[in-house]
């Protein structure tokens, strides 16, 4: 049985279904897809950005610490992720940060965008309007994570 075919060879993201660590990562187009979760946006602007949120410590907290504690996250977690659109500029910076690690991974899988991850979850604790004491309790959590579950 063939199923989403109208998605098949379309750029989008693809997830991880199992282990302790969620995953998003890029699917460039002309790529197929296996049954884990798979998302397709309207747009660039908007696959970069959810890109983001998706491996952010905010997102990865709420889908491990609020979500399911279990070992698989299927498209059902994904969804129960809560959404917050930031402004508009927030939204493009963010796109424009992930859309330049994109880039430099494909020329060079080892690249370290460790400093621009640290970007990231700043504006998304700020999206989520996330306080300090609550941003070390996640990233406190993200960090330990083996010793949470």
Do not use: W
């Amino acid at each position: 049985m063939i199923r989403n075919k109208d998605f098949f060879f379309r750029e989008g993201i693809t997830c991880s279904s199992v282990g302790l660590k969620f995953n998003a990562s890029y699917m460039p187009a002309d790529n197929l897809f296996g049954v884990n979760t798979n998302l397709f946006c309207k747009t660039r602007k908007d696959l970069f950005y959810l890109l983001g949120f998706l491996n952010s410590k905010v997102a990865y907290y709420i889908s491990r610490q609020l979500i399911n504690r279990t070992n698989n996250i299927s498209a059902r977690y994904v969804k129960m992720i809560p959404y917050l659109e930031p402004d508009k500029e927030t939204k493009i910076k963010i796109s424009q940060i992930v859309e330049e690690i994109v880039k430099n991974m494909k020329e060079n899988q080892n690249y370290n965008f460790s400093d621009k991850q640290k970007v990231l979850d700043e504006l998304f604790f700020t999206t989520y309007r996330i306080n300090r004491e609550e941003e070390k309790q996640i990233t406190d959590f993200c960090e330990n994570i083996f010793e949470r579950i």
